[in-house]
């Protein structure tokens, strides 16, 4: 009988390599996002550290539809907002929103934030998400709010503000604007959107319906540690990463 085994995060003998894996994941995240309909217009982005230049990040370029996003079209952002590879400008909310949460948690290797329908949608109620169902439970206690909205972020001293909103979370609600994700790895990050956003859809129809019954904090804590882990994170996306490569393979290029 074949030994059954469990896929695990992958480990690189070059820089380049590294790079390369975060590009490809990159590129999949925003094609999923598209298939999700997590885009509107040229708003939203994601971001992957550089492993050389941890100062410099990947991005999508401003005013490129994600479903389109290949790995070519990525684009290098250094930590002056200066695209110092690729021939496509950077959004300015981008740039203003992700230098400050990469500068503020090393620990981060990716960020996402879109203009999800239920993600604005829930955070135009300015309130975190309550323990009503598992998959939420992985943002138990480890979810911040960012109480306030002056406009597009298009300064890094409002992206100081998201940032430390942010905190140690996995992710911040942006108050009458919508929500953003980190992780350790872009598998993670884009993961932690995609079921931030279910979940904000969840509580949406459940109290549409009624009154949600609320988890009991101990479960909801033991739960936080059995599906919002970083390992459970990366693994989640895994299936995801599978499905639109073998749709759109043209997204590696």
């Not at 590009?23 to 982005?45: I, M, N, T």
């Not at 406009?151 to 909103?165: F, M, N, P, Q, Y």
């Not at 882990?229 to 499905?243: K, M, N, T």
């Amino acid at each position: 009988m074949a030994e059954l085994t469990i896929p695990t995060p992958p480990s690189f003998a070059t820089v380049e390599e590294e790079r390369l894996h975060r590009k490809q994941r990159l590129a999949a995240a925003f094609r999923l996002f598209s298939r999700f309909g997590f885009d509107e217009g040229v708003a939203g982005h994601i971001t992957a550290r550089d492993p050389e230049h941890p100062h410099r990040f990947w991005v999508n370029p401003f005013g490129m539809h994600f479903g389109h996003i290949r790995v070519s079209d990525l684009i290098c952002v250094d930590q002056d907002g200066n695209v110092v590879e690729g021939d496509r400008p950077v959004n300015t909310a981008a740039f203003a929103i992700h230098s400050q949460v990469h500068a503020a948690r090393p620990d981060v290797v990716a960020a996402a934030h879109a203009h999800s329908v239920y993600g604005k949608t829930w955070s135009t109620l300015g309130r975190t998400l309550d323990p009503i169902t598992q998959d939420v439970c992985a943002f138990y206690q480890d979810h911040g709010l960012f109480d306030d909205y002056t406009g597009v972020v298009l300064s890094t001293d409002e992206g100081k503000r998201i940032a430390h909103a942010l905190g140690d979370y996995k992710a911040v609600i942006l108050r009458n604007h919508g929500l953003l994700s980190v992780g350790q790895s872009v598998d993670e990050a884009a993961w932690w959107f995609i079921t931030m956003e279910r979940s904000c859809q969840a509580q949406l129809m459940a109290e549409a319906a009624g009154t949600p019954v609320l988890i009991e904090a101990d479960n909801a804590a033991l739960t936080q540690t059995q599906v919002g882990s970083h390992f459970a994170g990366w693994f989640s996306f895994q299936p995801l990463y599978d499905r639109i490569v073998r749709e759109q393979p043209d997204l590696l290029d």
